[in-house]
């Protein structure tokens, strides 16, 4: 799904009036149907519901869902501000619930109402025409519902958040859900804004796909559709060999259970054959760990200190549980020279990388690099804020011509063109130890069964989250363990063969 610009998402607006054709009053009255919908499976209509309008088409949506509310018995207070210029479909829903309950017009502070605990702010204050931060009354009002006991939901994004751009602003409106039109808004994808984010729903109002389609965007939403299109099922007459050999370096003194996460992810995964190449102390681990790996044993007793032979391998993964020292500095400049092979860094490959930038420079091209946030502030630097680190990113990956996966709630995936993909499956409770090694078995297995690097990347995350989901559905989040994921790919390639076979 892409993501656009609040310009684009007005250019969207504009065509769908236009051309499908439908009367903007009537695309507004549709948009508030569909959030009402929503509401109203939601929330109880015992509890006060108090809508706040801006003098804009959010606005007009708050009017019209105020109705709507209204004429299935919940009690409403609307409230609206003094304005020099109201949009025209905010007059038109104006005169229409007028007709039906009290309008409230917030002049001046005095105005400001108290909230009763318990009640519900609809918030259609200011939506994605918001063109500079908040102040005056409308800031007073915003301070005030933040302060008050209430349950709150944005209309189509809270007041205060730009779609697409940082407000340093203090001044926004903390919620508890976002119900949005159509896409989903570039800033709900940001830790910087759970706050002003909540949990975010998105509402089809029917705007036009193929406009939709039309636009050019650097940003895509990842979700289920996309994700298991691209899986490709099993021949019936393939063997192991169609599926790739994996090599991964991976794991040492004290730290062998990343090895044997990343091993096990990668044959859950898919991969035709993983092979370890292990420090002397893993040898008995992972033989019993995971039998069905083979080993390839280094001379050092503790950490990996030698590159073996890697023909016939056509990916390497490398980093998990790593020893931090000059050898795997060597050892990844040994990695590097193999330019004809599928590679991915985690975990200590990308502290060795952050301690040896000059390294950085012989990267072969599409190497996938997945640091979480503190690995890549190493190798990147410091940001002021999630854009400006969105934009570092992009930069890294063009630069480096490497893929990055920034690992974290909606996990990104920027890819060298500039693209980047950002992930809808996931949980808190993945942030648990070992999650990133599964993450590494999962991608290194994709990019041996033959998916393109970038795939491999977006596929991986997307099936990794998907994997925490059904863990956190069996277990509950705050107890995933990393070996739970590793269960839950069973459960993505079991939902695949089913979506396969009926679309046969
Ligand atoms: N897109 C769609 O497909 C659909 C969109 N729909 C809805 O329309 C919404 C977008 O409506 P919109 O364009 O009228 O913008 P909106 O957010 O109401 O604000 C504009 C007003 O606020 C004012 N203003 C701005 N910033 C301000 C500030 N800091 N402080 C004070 N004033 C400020 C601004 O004044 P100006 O900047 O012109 O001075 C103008 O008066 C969208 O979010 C969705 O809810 C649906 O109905 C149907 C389908
Ligand atoms: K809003």
């Not at 006991?149 to 189509?156: G, H, L, M, N």
Request: hydrophobic letters at 40%.
């Amino acid at each position: 799904m892409k993501i656009l610009s609040a310009d684009q998402i007005r250019a969207l607006d504009a065509y769908t009036i236009k051309n499908e054709p439908i009367t903007s009053i009537d695309l507004m009255e549709r948009a508030s149907v569909t959030f009402v919908n929503w509401f109203i499976k939601r929330f109880k209509p015992h509890r006060e519901v108090y809508i706040f309008c801006g003098p804009g088409n959010n606005g007009g949506d708050g009017l019209a869902v105020g109705r709507l509310l209204t004429h299935v018995q919940y009690s409403v207070k609307v409230f609206i501000f003094s304005s020099d210029r109201y949009s025209k479909d905010f007059d038109i829903n104006l005169k229409r619930l007028e007709k039906l309950v009290t309008i409230t017009k917030i002049n001046s502070k005095e105005d400001i109402p108290i909230l009763s605990i318990g009640g519900i702010v609809i918030d259609a204050i200011f939506g994605s025409g918001l063109s500079r931060p908040v102040g005056g009354l409308y800031a007073d009002i915003i301070k005030s519902i933040n302060d008050s006991k209430v349950t709150r939901v944005a209309i189509d994004i809270a007041s205060g958040l730009f779609c697409d751009a940082n407000n340093e602003d203090p001044v926004k409106l903390k919620v508890d859900y976002t119900f949005t039109f159509q896409l989903p808004k570039l800033s709900f994808l940001f830790p910087q804004n759970e706050d002003y984010t909540g949990c975010w729903v998105i509402g089809d109002i029917g705007l036009n796909k193929s406009f939709i389609e039309s636009q050019s965007s650097a940003f895509t939403y990842v979700e289920e559709e996309e994700a298991f299109s691209v899986v490709k099922p099993r021949s019936k007459f393939s063997h192991k060999g169609d599926y790739g050999k994996v090599l991964i370096m991976a794991g040492s003194y004290g730290m062998m259970g990343a090895a044997v996460l990343s091993g096990k992810s990668c044959y859950r995964a898919g991969a035709g054959l993983v092979k370890f190449h292990s420090p002397r102390c893993g040898v008995q681990i992972l033989q019993s760990s995971l039998p069905e790996a083979i080993l390839s044993v280094d001379p050092e007793e503790n950490f990996i200190s030698s590159l073996p032979d890697i023909s016939g391998f056509n990916t390497v993964a490398a980093g998990p549980g790593w020893y931090e020292g000059a050898e795997s500095a060597f050892l990844l400049q040994q990695i590097f020279e193999n330019k004809n092979i599928n590679l991915v860094l985690d975990a200590g490959a990308l502290n060795v990388l952050s301690k040896n930038k000059e390294l950085l420079n012989a990267l072969p091209q599409n190497t996938i690099l997945t640091p979480h946030p503190g690995e890549f502030k190493r190798l990147a630097g410091e940001f002021s804020n999630d854009y400006s680190r969105l934009e570092g990113l992009r930069k890294f990956s063009q630069r480096y011509k490497c893929i990055m996966v920034l690992k974290g709630a909606n996990t990104m995936v920027a890819l060298p063109d500039g693209n980047v993909s950002f992930n809808s499956t996931g949980n808190p409770g993945m942030a648990t130890a070992g999650s990133g090694d599964v993450l590494t078995g999962i991608i290194a297995a994709l990019l041996a069964q033959g998916y393109s690097p970038a795939m491999a990347s977006k596929l991986g995350v997307y099936l990794h989250g998907y994997a925490g989901d059904r863990a956190a559905s069996k277990s509950g989040t705050a107890s995933i363990i990393a070996e739970d994921i590793i269960d839950g790919v069973k459960d993505f390639y079991l939902e695949f063969d089913k979506k396969y076979s009926a679309s046969l």
